[in-house]
């Protein structure tokens, strides 16, 4: 297959590498002049450190370059640049092509979720014939990058669609599965980085693995809340999508959201700890429109309104968690 990636962060080049391994054709663009220079020159990304990238590659700044004659294209640029990224690239689209979402998140103003803002830019082109899918699942990049054993979910309506994606990714390394619930897939994805927000914060306080062990718990009791409201599946938010990716993101070192909220739980204000960890943190842009979503379809999401809180309105770690521990007692079945 020809393949055009989108984006040459972390997760990118993580999938870049993964798909050179399988023998496809990928070239990867970026903006940023610099970054792409720095990958020519080196085969190295400055935050994936120990990985070098197969030869084969290629890289551009030239969008035209990456869109035009392919296979597939992969979008995997920050969720905020997803609308523009979309934008960009609907000249030189094809047809026939098959689009991947591969960004986690819900657009602010429109509570979109990031195939809808694809599809909403593609619709410029009407004549534009394509078939669009999402990418998640527990895959931190770090581990993606050096082919260590992980799983991902490839969501279409079209079953067949989705399983032509899974056949590009999958390798002894990396197994896909597939699901047709595309809006529960990219819910699960957007919501688990404020949950992990929230377990950092705890982590932060000095609170324990009890503590973690609830926000977690509560966490995807929350998101699957939210999920049904919205006409998901509830199976969606116990698997990869959900109950796994929350479990990797709340619980690992290489998770920017987990770290982020760790230094705010010690203190930290958001920008502080957003310069520390110098990569964007998902779950933070995700909040406005979470409680957006929450407010829209009357749902209680009292771990979100914690998080908004503490960032948005300054409200101390200690106060948000005595709120949470003193809520009225509920039946565990029906919440």
Not at 88 to 106: D, F, H
Not at 274 to 292: Q, S, T
């Amino acid at each position: 297959m020809r393949i055009g990636v989108l984006g040459a962060g972390t997760w990118g080049m993580a999938l870049s590498a993964l798909l050179a391994k399988n023998r496809h054709e990928v070239t990867v663009w970026s903006a940023i002049e610099q970054e792409i220079e720095q990958l020519k020159a080196t085969r190295r990304h400055k935050n994936l450190k120990n990985v070098i990238f197969p030869e084969d590659i290629e890289y551009t700044t030239d969008i035209e370059k990456a869109c035009r004659a392919q296979d597939m294209v992969l979008y995997v640029v920050p969720s905020a640049f997803i609308r523009a990224t979309a934008k960009r690239s609907l000249p030189y689209l094809e047809n026939g092509v098959t689009l991947i979402n591969a960004a986690k998140g819900i657009e602010k103003n429109t509570l979109m979720t990031m195939t809808e803002v694809i599809a909403d830019e593609l619709s410029a082109r009407s004549e534009l014939e394509y078939k669009l899918t999402a990418l998640s699942g527990p895959t931190h990049a770090e581990e993606v990058a050096i082919g260590m054993p992980t799983s991902i979910v490839s969501a279409c309506e079209d079953e067949s669609v989705s399983r032509a994606v899974a056949d590009v990714f999958h390798n002894s390394c990396m197994r896909v599965y597939t699901n047709n619930d595309v809006k529960g897939v990219e819910i699960c994805g957007a919501l688990k980085n404020i949950i992990a927000l929230a377990a950092g914060i705890t982590r932060g306080m000095g609170l324990g693995d009890n503590a973690i062990a609830m926000l977690m718990t509560r966490g995807i009791s929350e998101m699957t809340r939210i999920g049904l409201a919205m006409g998901c599946k509830r199976r969606t938010f116990m698997g990869l999508a959900g109950i796994g990716d929350l479990i990797v993101t709340c619980t690992s070192r290489h998770s920017r959201n987990n770290r982020c909220g760790e230094l705010i739980g010690k203190g930290a204000s958001y920008e502080e700890a957003e310069r520390e960890i110098g990569m964007v943190v998902e779950g933070y842009h995700a909040l406005e429109a979470a409680i957006a979503l929450s407010h829209k379809h009357g749902i209680e999401m009292p771990i979100t309104e914690a998080v908004y809180d503490i960032i948005k309105n300054g409200c101390l770690p200690q106060d948000a968690m005595l709120r949470l521990m003193t809520r009225d007692m509920k039946n565990e079945l029906d919440t």
